[in-house]
């Protein structure tokens, strides 16, 4: 007879007797949670391979150019290189030390700094000013914009003789050149990062009530630093562009007028110099723009490091 304390257990059919069979269901309705298994190895994290660049090192863009001399002192040496086309360092060396001696390198190179610095400022002025008023104003941009798009088609070298017919030959016209070509690569880096600037932003500071100045500070300035030294990094190159370009028309003075001048005669050493020196300052103030965007826009992570 059975206990009338103990729960009868409802017969179940064979089929479901067993090692595979389905959980009694308790009276409460819930299947118990089977208890965790002990012991259990997960299996092992693959660790993966790094996708970027890797980690910058001090100098490292140095490796290129260092390569690029090598070489071209190795070719000299083995006589595969013909001097009277194009001299090797050590004779280039030679010429550069000769020409420092009796002060014309240094004469020469202060005179183009001096054109290349004042048409990248002006350049810089003018293409930033210009983008701001494009950029900032629906207006603007439909004044500006047009006419900065039909320059940027037409190469600066195309308008010397009306830069010529209308300032000159003199220093005026020079720097001229030199700042269009700098003002039209500002503006279009910089405008475009302007433009670029997340709208959800800009509804933000609408709503916080930010007034024009904080609106200036806070969102145009950040979002248009990027552009703004992607702009200056190719002005900059731009500036010695057109620098090579003005001081081979009616120079007295100036490394391209150097240069020139040693085409007459046949001087490679003394072309290769002024070339050397065109690269030299080209490389140091693109290196210096990148080392003020680092420290500009230290709080960005990005690939660059």
Same mark, same amino acid.
């Given at each position: 007879m059975t206990d009338a304390l103990t729960p009868v257990r409802e017969a179940r059919p064979a089929a479901l007797e067993g090692p595979h069979a389905p959980p009694v269901r308790p009276p409460g309705g819930k299947v118990p949670e089977a208890p965790p298994r002990t012991g259990a190895r997960r299996p092992a994290r693959r660790r993966g391979r790094r996708l970027g660049p890797g980690r910058a090192v001090p100098f490292g863009r140095l490796l290129g150019p260092v390569l690029l001399v090598a070489a071209w002192w190795a070719a000299s040496a083995a006589g595969w290189l013909d001097p009277r086309i194009l001299s090797g360092p050590g004779e280039v060396l030679a010429t550069a030390a000769d020409l420092v001696a009796d002060g014309r390198l240094q004469g020469n190179v202060l005179i183009s700094l001096q054109r290349a610095g004042l048409g990248l400022l002006?350049?810089?002025?003018?293409?930033?000013?210009?983008?701001?008023?494009?950029?900032?104003?629906?207006?603007?941009?439909?004044?500006?914009?047009?006419?900065?798009?039909?320059?940027?088609?037409?190469?600066?070298? =195309?308008?010397?003789?009306?830069?010529?017919?209308?300032?000159?030959?003199?220093?005026?016209?020079?720097?001229?050149?030199?700042?269009?070509?700098? =003002?039209?690569?500002?503006?279009?880096?910089v405008h475009t990062a302007l433009t670029g600037i997340d709208s959800r932003h800009v509804e933000l500071a609408e709503v916080l009530g930010l007034g024009r100045g904080r609106f200036l500070r806070k969102v145009v300035l950040p979002g248009s630093l990027p552009g703004f030294f992607v702009g200056l990094r190719l002005g900059v190159t731009s500036s010695w562009l057109g620098l090579i370009v003005v001081e081979q028309i009616n120079a007295t003075s100036g490394i391209g007028y150097m240069m020139f001048?040693?085409?007459?005669? =046949?001087?490679?050493?003394?072309?290769?110099?002024?070339?050397?020196?065109?690269?030299?300052?080209?490389?140091?103030?693109?290196?210096?723009?990148?080392?003020?965007?680092?420290r500009a826009l230290s709080w960005r992570r990005t690939l660059a490091g």
């Open positions: 002006f350049g810089v002025v003018a293409g930033v000013g210009l983008a701001l008023l494009a950029g900032l104003s629906r207006s603007g941009e439909y004044l500006v914009d047009g006419p900065l798009q039909i320059k940027r088609a037409i190469p600066s070298l =195309a308008m010397l003789p009306l830069l010529i017919l209308w300032l000159g030959i003199g220093e005026e016209m020079k720097v001229t050149v030199i700042a269009l070509g700098v =003002a039209v690569n500002m503006y279009i880096q001048q040693a085409q007459q005669y =046949a001087q490679s050493d003394v072309i290769i110099v002024g070339l050397v020196a065109y690269g030299v300052f080209g490389f140091a103030s693109d290196a210096l723009v990148r080392a003020i965007e680092r």
